[in-house]
């Protein structure tokens, strides 16, 4: 199973970008997926999820003005980033509960994507 992201980039204050993860391989379903993320020296925290069913959760940093979603259908996770500021400047790492053909689920992490939020 690989997870591919992609969507980061520069963008300046204020400004929106759009992340995304589709999961493929060998996948029966998915369970939550979801977005982290993580500044040099720190450690990998929580930005928002999705669970199977559409509930969300957020980082209390980032309510009101990020969107977790997901197609079921593609096996992709979104994240619609607005207002967008300099401390949101890091790695967007992408994260999937995949059940596979076995019955047994795993948790897989894409490559990362940098965001940069800068003027």
């Known amino acids: 199973v690989q997870l591919q992201a992609s969507g980061g980039g520069l963008v300046q204050p204020g400004g929106s970008l759009r992340l995304s993860c589709a999961a493929s391989?060998?996948?029966?379903?998915?369970?939550?997926m979801g977005w982290y993320r993580q500044a040099p020296g720190k450690q990998r925290e929580l930005v928002a999820t999705?669970?199977?069913?559409?509930?969300?959760n957020y980082a209390d940093s980032v309510k009101g003005r990020f969107t977790i979603s997901r197609d079921n259908a593609k096996n992709t996770v979104y994240l619609q980033m607005n207002s967008l500021k300099p401390e949101d400047t890091t790695v967007y790492y992408c994260?999937?509960?995949?059940?596979?053909?076995?019955?047994?689920?795993?948790?897989?992490w894409g490559q990362g994507t940098l965001v940069t939020v800068s003027s």
């Open positions: 994260n999937a509960g995949v059940r596979d053909f076995l019955g047994r689920t795993v948790q897989y």
């Open positions: 391989g060998s996948i029966f379903s998915i369970n939550a």
């Open positions: 999705v669970t199977s069913g559409g509930s969300t």
